[in-house]
């Protein structure tokens, strides 16, 4: 299998995307892994660059701060569009990249097309869950406004992602909504309860934000823009968190050998809330698959996003997103 990665994209870049593929390479000989970008920055990095990982030259980059559909429109040879049009012309079975989200979700509209069938692409990344498995999430910011069908189709496009790369043999769904009763919420949300509850899903019904963490559902839907609040409410709240407990373990004698003794247990817990270990949120309607890692992903973050396509492609992901959507 052939991964191609935004090498210029993130924060960390491009440093940071060559550790994190370079570590990917070794774990797995048998994928190719196609870094992307200003061979003149890549190939100092590159000095002991193994057999099954190569460079494709693009001299452009696109910024965060750059407006998502003039610079794919603009910056043809840019690494994020390159990387795109080695999707769209079957040289690479998948796409990752820690830059502009949408300008990678523009890219999948404009290089490599939707699925037919598919009204409109999904983030789809997964919160962690005290449960352990998570819950993959969608959309969570790549549309700001979503129709009652466009709901139904995330969670179809979800249901088949749990079962096809997390084996899940029946994923539970939820919408997400203000309480829990069929009646309750928007227009948007009542209107979709009834086509969820109809589809080839196993769907639950509405589930709250203060349930998500605890694992309710496998699948959580919702429209773009509750579900960005969702998770930058979810990010800040960690944040803090994790913050006020080193300011206290940290105030006194006592509490730092407080700390110690907790450490091994607080360290589970925040590897539990580690966007890291789940690598890269795909954009589920793309018919090519193409994963938005975390703009500050490190080398570890990268190599499980190479882990996540590896499983994505092994599974026929797309295909059997397709094959679905064509069925409606």
Request: glycine share 8%; hydrophobic share 45%; net charge neutral.
């Amino acid at each position: 299998m052939r991964i191609a990665i935004d090498a210029m994209g993130g924060d960390h870049a491009p440093q940071a995307i060559v550790e994190g593929v370079l570590l990917a390479a070794k774990e797995w000989s048998d994928s190719e892994l196609i870094l992307v970008g200003d061979s003149a920055k890549l190939d100092p990095l590159l000095a002991a660059k193994p057999d099954n990982v190569k460079v494709v030259h693009a001299p452009d980059k696109i910024e965060s701060t750059d407006e998502p559909a003039k610079a794919v429109r603009r910056k043809k040879d840019s690494s994020m569009v390159v990387a795109g049009r080695l999707v769209k012309n079957k040289e690479a079975d998948a796409l990752i990249s820690a830059g502009n989200t949408g300008a990678l979700m523009t890219t999948g509209l404009l290089v490599i097309g939707r699925i037919r069938g598919i009204d409109r692409p999904a983030l789809a990344p997964v919160i962690p869950s005290m449960k352990g498995a998570g819950t993959l999430c969608l959309d969570l910011g790549a549309n700001m406004d979503s129709s009652p069908e466009n709901l139904l189709q995330y969670a179809i496009m979800g249901s088949i992602y749990r079962t096809k790369v997390n084996g899940m043999e029946k994923p539970r769904v939820g919408l997400l909504n203000v309480g829990t009763e069929e009646q309750k919420g928007n227009e948007l949300t009542k209107a979709a309860f009834p086509l969820l509850a109809n589809a080839p899903i196993h769907f639950i019904g509405n589930v709250e934000a203060r349930d998500v963490l605890e694992g309710s559902c496998d699948v959580l839907v919702c429209d773009g823009f509750v579900g960005n609040v969702l998770l930058k409410a979810l990010e800040g709240t960690a944040g803090t968190i994790f913050l006020v407990l080193k300011q206290e373990f940290t105030r006194s004698f006592a509490s730092k050998l407080a700390a110690a003794v907790l450490k091994p247990g607080l360290t589970r817990f925040k590897k539990k809330l580690d966007y890291t270990e789940h690598g890269a949120a795909p954009f589920l309607g793309i018919d090519g698959l193409v994963l938005k890692s975390h703009g500050s992903s490190d080398a570890n973050a990268i190599k499980n996003a190479v882990r996540q396509a590896r499983t994505a492609i092994e599974a026929e992901l797309v295909s059997a997103i397709s094959a679905e959507i064509s069925r409606k």
